[in-house]
């Protein structure tokens, strides 16, 4: 079992560009989430999603975020317009069932650390 | 929402000494308390967890205690080691045991030799 993978590892952008940081889950997971870690601070949620659905978007900005986990391929944590402040490793999780339920435990990938100039 | 609250935000110990890290929560529904290693640029993983059935649980070095009532739950780890120096984040559920994992800010632990 590979693990949750990431990619890119790092990302550079310019102002005003896009980011699009794609994540793979574990085999047989469908649960995936996508955390932000500013420097020096803790792992913030932004989203939850199963295949094809958003379950829970309430930690992702109103704009310019969005997220998607489709059918076929990876999970994609798109930013439009990226801006300074978006630099941050980004991390995406997934657990066989929502956290909190049986197992519980959720396995992250190496996240992407995206640098905005 | 839950609120985790950690501390302290930076752990300074002599190898051999015992290290305790403490986490408030806010969400009285919470049963579930993982506390999550991660080494300098690598990712989180999972080195002990706790539900509110119990009020301890130990893997060899590493222990958790869980104080319901007064919404608290600490890591305790002993006969500390250069291997164990990371950065150390406890979490709750938001909303009971079904919610997202909430964060706390993490703890830095350094062990010197």
């Known amino acids: 079992n590979a693990g949750v993978m990431q990619n890119p590892r790092h990302l550079v952008r310019r102002r005003g560009q896009e980011a699009r940081l794609r994540c793979s889950p574990m085999k047989g997971h469908s649960h995936v989430y996508w955390y932000r870690q500013l420097p020096e601070e803790g792992l913030k949620f932004m989203v939850y999603?199963?295949?094809?659905?958003?379950?829970?978007e309430s930690g992702m900005p109103k704009e310019r975020f969005s997220a998607e986990f489709p059918k076929e391929g990876p999970s994609i944590l798109r930013i439009q317009q990226v801006v300074r402040g978006d630099s941050a490793a980004y991390f995406c999780?997934?657990?066989?069932?929502?956290?909190?339920?049986?197992?519980?435990?959720?396995?992250f990938g190496e996240g992407s650390r995206l640098t905005v100039l | 929402g839950e609120n985790v609250e950690q501390h302290p935000s930076t752990l300074s110990v002599q190898e051999g000494d015992s290290a305790v890290i403490k986490c408030t929560y806010s969400?009285?529904?919470?049963?579930?308390f993982p506390w999550y290693k991660q080494e300098l640029g690598k990712r989180p993983q999972l080195i002990i967890d706790i539900r509110s059935n119990v009020g301890e649980k130990k893997d060899q070095r590493i222990a958790v205690t869980l104080n319901k009532t007064a919404k608290h739950f600490s890591l305790h780890i002993t006969e500390t080691q250069p291997e164990d120096s990371a950065v150390y984040f406890c979490a709750s559920p938001e909303g009971g045991s079904q919610g997202n994992l909430i964060f706390g800010k993490g703890t830095k632990l350094s062990v010197k030799p």
């Open positions: 999780a997934s657990s066989p069932m929502r956290t909190g339920t049986n197992t519980g435990e959720l396995f």
């Open positions: 999603l199963q295949k094809e659905n958003i379950i829970d």
């Open positions: 969400d009285s529904a919470s049963n579930y």
